[in-house]
């Protein structure tokens, strides 16, 4: 018989050898699913009941339907879903490790999920997917052709991220029309003792246009509004808002002081921010982007920078994220974010719950809480 070390017993907190000896013997006391023997000794039952649970967690498990994991998300979703599903992390996996786990997922596994700043092509190859809940609210990098032809249904995670990605917004017009990163450079660096930082400009009685006004662009209005800024916008079509609209973007910057692109990405809008649109905003006027890096010709920005033709730039988003055009990262007129535009606990929690929504939905037979029909 094994001999209990207390506290540190290798075999665990069920046995303590707690006082005396008895014919030379250890007296035990048996603590837990133990049975006293006459020979005084413990028959250690709990070694079936653990088989047991282990079977039935086993069983409980096979239950669970599959799902593949794209790519990494918030930690708290990922638990849920380790709770709900029987969870396969492609992202984990080499090349070849991606490809032995679609090959063993194939008939098993019906739905991925995956993130709006990933891409994985490689899912396409699993022949019994039916559904992709995505993470985000842009989808462009699903590649939609595929999905249409193999009949697999598309979800995101709109609305629960307006307020966040609004915030971060604002925060870029206040930064760059009152220079507030630079005047925390100022006094870190000491040089508020010798010299005076230079002015901003207020928000007050200034144009906010907007190009792409939905939901968060209206998310970002009723801020603006609180700070007393006029509001324009450039859309497809007008909607019943009681804002003033512009058939063009280039009409909307001739007619803006800050200029706020919320495109999304994808083909019909690379590159649909460029030279015209910043020299008809003019040298006094401020960029910002959080809508999708791609939808900017970052080259035409820059030179509209570097001659003065724009007063400066907030960006959330680039063309090639993580990758920023260099000549930006020396200018003091700009602003930079690193996408942050939904990172914060509760909207990343948020998001994950309307995914997770999305996936009971589709296990149970129901409607898609934020289907894509495109």
């Keep these: ?120 092509d490689i899912i396409y190859q699993l022949n019994s997917l039916e559904f992709i809940a995505c993470f985000g609210v842009g989808v462009e990098l699903i590649d939609f052709s595929q999905t249409r032809s193999l009949g697999i249904r598309v979800s995101n995670t709109p609305e629960v991220l307006n307020d966040s990605v609004a915030d971060i917004a604002l925060a870029l017009i206040l930064a760059t029309l009152r220079n507030t990163i630079n005047a925390d450079k100022f006094v870190r660096s000491q040089e508020w003792t010798q010299h005076q930082f230079k002015f901003g400009h207020d928000l007050a009685g ?57 495109l999304p990405g994808g083909e019909e809008t690379s590159n649909a921010i460029g030279a015209e649109v910043f020299e008809n905003l003019g040298p006094t006027g401020i960029f910002i982007n959080v809508g999708r890096g791609s939808s900017v010709d970052e080259e035409a920005l820059v030179t509209a920078l570097e001659a003065g033709l724009i007063a400066g730039a907030g960006l959330d988003v680039y063309a090639h994220e993580p990758a920023v055009p260099e000549a930006l990262l020396s200018m003091e007129q700009v602003v930079l974010f690193p996408h942050i535009g939904t990172s914060t606990v509760e909207t990343r929690c948020e998001m994950g719950n309307l995914l997770i929504r999305n996936l009971q939905a589709f296990f149970d037979n129901k409607a898609l809480i934020s289907e894509l029909n495109l």
């Design 1 to 120: 018989m094994a001999r209990c070390y207390g506290e540190k017993c290798p075999y665990g907190p069920n046995l303590r050898n707690i006082a005396g000896q008895r014919n030379n013997s250890p007296i035990w006391v048996p603590i837990g699913p133990l049975t006293w023997l006459a020979n005084n000794q413990f028959q250690v039952i709990h070694s079936q009941q653990t088989k047991s649970r282990a079977a039935e967690r086993s069983d409980t498990m096979a239950d669970k339907p599959h799902l593949l994991l794209v790519t990494q998300f918030h930690p708290e979703t990922v638990g849920k879903l380790d709770l709900l599903y029987q969870t396969h992390h492609l992202w984990r996996q080499s090349s070849a490790g991606k490809q032995a786990l679609i090959r063993e997922l194939e008939g098993k596994c019906r739905v991925a999920a995956t993130a709006s700043w990933h891409r994985e």
């Design 206 to 262: 200034k144009t906010l246009g907007i190009i792409g006004l939905g939901r968060i662009g209206e998310a970002i209005v009723h801020r603006a509004l609180a700070f007393k800024m006029q509001i324009a916008y450039h859309n497809r079509s007008p909607k019943n808002l009681p804002y003033t609209y512009y058939t063009t973007a280039t009409e909307l910057a001739t007619n803006s002081d800050v200029l706020l692109c919320l």
